[in-house]
């Protein structure tokens, strides 16, 4: 394949991971991807993915490798099947993505992927969006992924209108104004049993917790937009667990249940708690997978990596800063 011939539409582009202090789970609209409740995340800069999309007219259906692994393209052939209506092409698009980190694990690959894929396609076929109307291309193929395509402190909007048009992601705090940081502590690097999207739409159909969630969730997310712009730690942190835990409540009374942790995950957790009444302000929060985030200020960053290194059920620590913008950059 000759990626200089002039029918092939290419352009690259890097996103970053996020994870949500107030958290997404359930839809108002399946088909649509609308989120049943709004959101609030910060991007995280050490984990990223790299993409590179080229649409090319001899290719027969879209493809999609990570890692050199050929993957599904269910979720990205949404997001190109828009790109392609709004500018009027009908070529398959070859993907080729690289992330840092283990894929599928509950550390938002398909947020960061699916944010990094919609940047690139928009430009690899010349259309000119706004970050708004990227993000909501990008919530079609994972709400979390509209998210992403922001740095900082973000926030998904659920919105109310039947047709999706008022739920988008917009930034609410830049990452110089608070550069809180995230240490990952990872205790398995094995695929997830349950994607969320099959999980969440189980849980909307089985836990007795469900609609108690959607209806205290606006709430519960304006008083975390305060907190978040009143940079009180304390407080946004307390929120955050309490998000975890109110979303992991509702996936443990899903029926079947949906148990993503595992004992390194309480091992995690019992950790943050111990250095918290030592004196090291730290909250913890975990998406579907068994991966705990620990959000904390520079200044503890390192002795909280050295103290959950030494934890034995963690295989790998990871430290980030908050996250930029996602963005086009020049092919390697
Ligand atoms: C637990 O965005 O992966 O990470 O929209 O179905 O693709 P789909 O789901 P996805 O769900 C993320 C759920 C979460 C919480 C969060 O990020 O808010």
Request: glycine letters at 6%.
């Amino acid at each position: 394949m000759n990626e200089s011939d002039p029918k092939l539409r290419s352009a690259h582009s890097i996103a970053h991971s996020n994870i949500a202090l107030a958290k997404y789970w359930g839809k108002r609209n399946s088909e649509l991807n609308i989120p049943a409740v709004s959101s609030i995340s910060i991007t995280l800069e050490a984990l990223a993915t790299k993409s590179s999309v080229t649409f090319d007219p001899h290719s027969r259906g879209d493809s999609l490798e990570i890692d050199g692994e050929r993957f599904d393209t269910e979720k990205i052939s949404v997001v190109l099947d828009l790109v392609r209506t709004q500018s009027k092409i009908t070529d398959a698009a070859r993907i080729q993505s690289s992330n840092n980190f283990p894929t599928s694990a509950g550390l938002a690959s398909s947020a960061s992927g699916i944010a990094a894929l919609t940047i690139a396609a928009a430009s690899a076929v010349g259309l000119a969006l706004s970050r708004k109307e990227l993000s909501m291309i990008a919530r079609r193929g994972s709400a979390s992924a509209a998210r992403s395509i922001f740095g900082g402190f973000v926030e998904l909007h659920s919105g109310s209108q039947p047709d999706g048009s008022d739920s988008f992601a917009e930034p609410i705090l830049d990452r110089e104004d608070w550069p809180l940081e995230v240490v990952v502590a990872i205790t398995q690097s094995g695929k997830k049993a349950t994607s969320s999207t099959t999980g969440m739409l189980s849980t909307a159909g089985t836990s007795p917790f469900f609609d108690t969630w959607v209806s205290s969730a606006p709430a519960k997310l304006a008083e975390m937009r305060e907190a978040i712009l009143a940079l009180d730690f304390q407080h946004v942190g307390e929120l955050t667990e309490q998000s975890c835990l109110a979303m992991h409540s509702l996936m443990f009374t899903t029926v079947p249940s949906l148990i993503y942790w595992n004992e390194g995950t309480i091992s995690v957790i019992r950790e943050v708690q111990r250095l918290r009444a030592s004196g090291t302000e730290c909250y913890f929060t975990i998406d579907a997978g068994p991966q705990v985030k620990i959000i904390c200020e520079p200044a503890n960053s390192a002795s909280i990596v050295s103290t959950i290194s030494e934890l034995p059920a963690v295989v790998e620590v990871r430290r980030s800063r908050l996250g930029p913008d996602a963005q086009l950059v020049n092919p390697k």
